[in-house]
């Protein structure tokens, strides 16, 4: 059993001020669990599977401040961590600069599991690290993917509510199946290799 499947359980104190959707997180695949809309500020169970990511970490001086490089809605931002209890079970909060002069605020938390079995706390990396890769639904109904750089509208795309697609990132091919998970939110899977046919899926880019 790897380490990425030893992650059993989390769980995501969130406050949005924008439309953001959390996700299982794994190299292989990614299953949407809930859409969160702006007005929305609850508790909400997750589960997080956190594969690689490439956050830059960094404390303040005094340590006061946490800053982490996170990706939102296809774009790097730097946002300050806060909001999270002394353990890190309580989650995170990341707040960032929204373009406009104004801030934004996202966050999620949880726990895994070492090789050993024994629980810890999600670190706010790996937590950060949801948010690289998501589906989302805009303000206008449009639909998007947000894949670290990348985005993409495939609103048009969608047939039943799902679709195939596929795209180059880092120099490597992925693939998403998407569907609409019923609850006002995108279910999917990222994977390395298609679910059946490569000729399925629509190429972006």
């Keep these: 059993m790897t380490n990425h499947e030893k992650y059993k359980r989390a769980f995501s104190v969130l406050h949005a001020s924008q439309s953001i959707s959390l996700e299982e997180v794994n190299m292989e695949k ?6 969160l809309r702006p007005a ?15 956050a830059a970490y960094a404390a303040d001086v005094g340590g006061i401040r946490e800053k982490l490089q996170i990706w939102i809605n ?16 309580g989650g995170y ?17 949880g726990v895994a599991f070492d ?5 810890y706390p999600l670190s706010p990396e790996e937590v950060a690290g949801q948010f690289d890769c998501i589906v ?24 039943d509510g799902a679709c195939k697609v596929s795209f180059e990132v880092e120099g490597q091919q ?4 998407i569907e609409d998970n019923g609850g006002g939110g995108w279910a999917f899977s990222r994977s390395a290799k298609p679910q059946g046919q490569a000729e399925d899926y629509t190429k972006l880019g």
Excluded: C, P, W
């Excluded at 990614?30 to 859409?35: D, P």
């Design 93 to 109: 909060t990341f707040t960032y600069s929204d373009g406009e002069g104004g801030s934004a605020t996202v966050g999620g938390g």
């Design 74 to 89: 296809g774009k790097q931002v730097e946002a300050e961590v806060g909001g999270y209890t002394e353990d890190g079970t």
């Design 30 to 35: 990614h299953t949407v669990k809930f859409h």
């Design 40 to 54: 929305l500020a609850a508790a909400l169970a997750a589960a997080l599977l956190v594969g690689g990511m490439g």
């Design 115 to 119: 090789n050993n079995g024994v629980e």
């Design 136 to 159: 989302d639904t805009a303000e206008d109904g449009r639909v998007y993917i947000y894949d670290h750089d990348k985005t993409f509208d495939i609103t048009d795309l969608l047939a």
């Design 174 to 177: 992925v693939y998403y199946d």
